[in-house]
């Protein structure tokens, strides 16, 4: 095996393992149709949704942006919490 298919194998997997284990959400969208193929954990878990719900989807087909109020609410709720967390 070749010293840059290595380096790439190496990569994907730190990759994935950040992905899996970041606490920031973080979609994967597809490049050409813009779509979400993945999103990790923590976006599944923040957004309350099944991971079965996002692959295929646009952003905007999710709902996320019809209740500004409510999601202004939730992400207020959110940094209370991170706040309590980290002192």
């Keep these: 095996m070749s010293a ?3 380096a790439l194998q190496a990569f ?4 994935g393992r950040l992905f ?7 979609p994967n969208l ?8 993945d999103v990790n954990p923590f976006l599944v878990e923040s957004l309350g949704f099944s991971q079965q ?6 952003v905007r087909d999710l709902g996320l942006l019809r209740d500004i ?4 609410a939730k992400f207020s709720e959110f940094l209370a919490d991170e706040n309590q ?3």
Excluded: H
């Excluded at 994907?12 to 990759?15: D, K, L, M």
């Excluded at 719900?53 to 646009?58: A, D, N, Q, R, Y």
């Design 4 to 6: 840059w298919k290595k």
């Design 12 to 15: 994907e997997s730190t990759s």
């Design 20 to 26: 899996e284990t970041a606490t920031d959400g973080i």
């Design 30 to 37: 597809g490049a050409e149709t813009g779509t979400l193929a």
């Design 53 to 58: 719900v996002f692959p295929g989807e646009k």
């Design 69 to 72: 109020a409510a999601n202004a």
């Design 85 to 87: 967390t980290q002192t």
